[in-house]
C-alpha cells in the first residue's frame, strides 16, 4: 500500500506548474446523437473532443458560428449549456495482439466482461492510406477453405474482395467460414514451426447487426477454435449511429498495426450496407446536403478511403478485405452497391435462387470474379481447377438451351452431367472449410473422372469419403501436397494409387 | 422567406457593426443597432434579436477575460494578466478576477473560447484523467 501512495506522490511531484491551454465551446443543441456547440474556435476536423461525464465525439461540421459533433457514448447526460473541451488529439483506439479473442465497441473498449485489453500501443481511427511506393502486387493466396472460391476466384493477400448478395444468402457464412480456415491453418503452421510460415489474424467487424448475431457469430468462431485469432468489433444496431459510423475505420486501424508490424491480417466489414446507412443518419442530422437515395455526397469517400487501407506493403506484411454488401432483390445496379464493387478488386456474388436450389454456397461464377485471380493461387490449385469456370460458363449456357425439350446429342449430353457434377461438387457445408490440400484432390479427382461413375446425387457424399480416406490414410500425401504446393509427375502418380484404392473401397 | 440562416447571417451583419476599430464591442453603436431594429424591425425580430445577443456576447468575452481565483489576487496580478493577454491577442483586453474556491489553489483564465488553466483542481482532474 505504501509503494502504491508512493507512486501517487511521485506523480503529483512530477505535475508541471505550466497553464495549460483548452479551447471551449457550449452545447447549444443535443438531438439524435449530434451535439451542436458554440464556441470552439481552434478546434479542427475529425478532433476529439471532450462531454462532461466521460462521453467524447468528434467535430464533423466546422461551420461560421457552431460545431456540429457526434457523440461517441452516452447522449442522456448532457444538456443545454455543457462545456465541451477540444483534446488536440484524434480518436485513437487500442491495438495489438492483446486484443485478439476479445470483442471490443467501436472504441476499443471491452464488452465481452474479460477484464480490460492488454495494449501498449493506439492508432488513430482515421488515417491516409498507404501511397503508391509502399505497396507491392498481391501473389499470396489467401484461402478461404470454400471450394468454389479457392478454385475459381481466388483470394490473394493484400486484395479487397467484396461479398455481395441478398440478405439470407450466405455472406455471413463465407466471412466467418475463411476466419475459421485461417485459424485452421495458423495452428498447423505454428506447430510445424516453419520459421517462414505467417499466420493470418483476423478482424471481424460487425455494424449495424442484431446482438444475438454477434453472439452466435462470436460462439462459433469459440466452437472453431478461431477465436484466439481473432478480434471483433461491435457496433450492434443498438448502438448509436456514430458509433457504426466509426467501428470500420477502428477494426482498420487495428488491421494496420499487424500490416506495419510485418504481419499478415483479414478484415470483414459484416456489412458496409448499414455503415453507409448510419452514415446516412449522422449527415442528415448535421445538415448536411443529400443526394442520390439521400446519401450524401461523399458517400463514395466514405468507402474508398477505408477499402484503400487494406494493401500488400513492401518490406512489411498485408492487410486483405472482405467487406460485405446487401443487396435488395439482387439488384446489383443500386447506389451503393456500384460504388463499392468500383472500388473492390472483384466480387463474390451470392444468388438466392441458387441457396433455394441447394446450392450452397450460392456463389454465381458467371458474375463473380477477382481481379487478382491466379496470381494469387498455388500452382496446385491452378492445374487442377484452371479450367473450371470455362467449363461452368459452357454448362450455364448449354443448360439454358436444354431446357426447351429437344434431343440432344451425347457430347451436349456429357458437358451436361459433368456440369452438373461439378455443381454438386462445389457444395459445401456451412462453419466446414476444406484445407486446400484436400481440395486439390477433390478437383484432381474430378478432372481424372472418377466421379464420372457416380450418381450426381451422390457426388458431394463421395467426395466427403475421398477426402476422409486421404485424411485418415493419406495423411503423407496431404502434408506432400501442402508443402511443396505444386502436383509433380512423383504426386500424380501417388494421387493415381490412392484415389484407385478409395474406388476399389467404395464400390465395394 | 427569411430563413433561419438568413436571420443569422443578417445578426452577424449587425454584429460586425457594432464593434469600434479596434474590435472591442461599442456601446454607442450596439445602442444605434438596436435603434434602428426598434424603427425598421425584421419579419421575425425574436430570432435575429436572439442571435445579435449571442453573437455580441461573443464578442464581449473575448475582450473581457474572467480570472477564477482560489485565494486573494491583488489589480497588478489581474492588470499583468490582462496586459499579457492583449499583447497575446492582439486587441484590448481587460480582466476581472471572480473567486472560485473549488480550484483550491492557482488561477483559471477564460478569455473568448480559451481556457488557461493553471488550478491545482484543474492539474488533478487531468491527473485523474490520465490514471
Redesign the interface.
Known sequence: MSSVLEQIES??AN?T?????????SIRTVADGVAKI?????VMYNEMVQFPGGAIGIALNLE??EVGCVVLGDVSELKEGDEV?TTGKLLSVPVGKGLLGRVVDALGNPVDGKGPVDSKETYPVERIAPGIIARKSVDQPLLTGIQAIDSMIPIGRGQRELIIGDRGTGKTTIAIDTIINQAKINKVGIASGDPKFRPVYSIYVAVGQKNSNIVRTVAALEAAGALEFTIIVAAPAADNPANQYIAPYAGAAMGEWFMENDMDALIVYDDLSKHAVAYRQISLILKRPSGREAYPGDVFYLHSRLLERSARLNGKGSLTALPIIETLAGDVSAYIPTNVISITDGQIFLETDLFNQGIRPAVSVGLSVSRVGSAAQIKATKQVGGKLKGELAQFRELAAFAQFGSDLDAKTKAQLDRGNRIVELFKQPAFSPIPIEQQVVTLWALQKDYYAKIDTAKVTAAAVSLREFFATRKDELLTQIRTEAKLTDDIEAKLKTACDEWAASSAA | MATAKSH?HYA?QLAQLSLAADGSVDAERVAGVLAYLAKHPPSRPLPVLKAYH??IA?ELAKTNAVVEHAGAITDATLGAIAGALSQKYKRPVAATGRRNDALIA??R??I???????SVA??LA??EASL
Not at chain 1, 458554440?38 to 481552434?42: I, P, R, Y
Not at chain 2, 473568448?112 to 488553466?117: A, F, I, L, N, T
Open positions: 506523480q503529483i505535475l506548474n505550466k497553464a495549460v491551454k483548452q479551447n471551449t465551446g458554440d464556441g470552439l474556435s481552434d461560421a458560428d473541451l | 443569422q452577424k449571442r453573437f461573443q492557482g488561477l483564465v477564460r473568448g473560447d480559451d481556457v488557461y488553466e493553471s484543474g492539474q487531468a491527473l
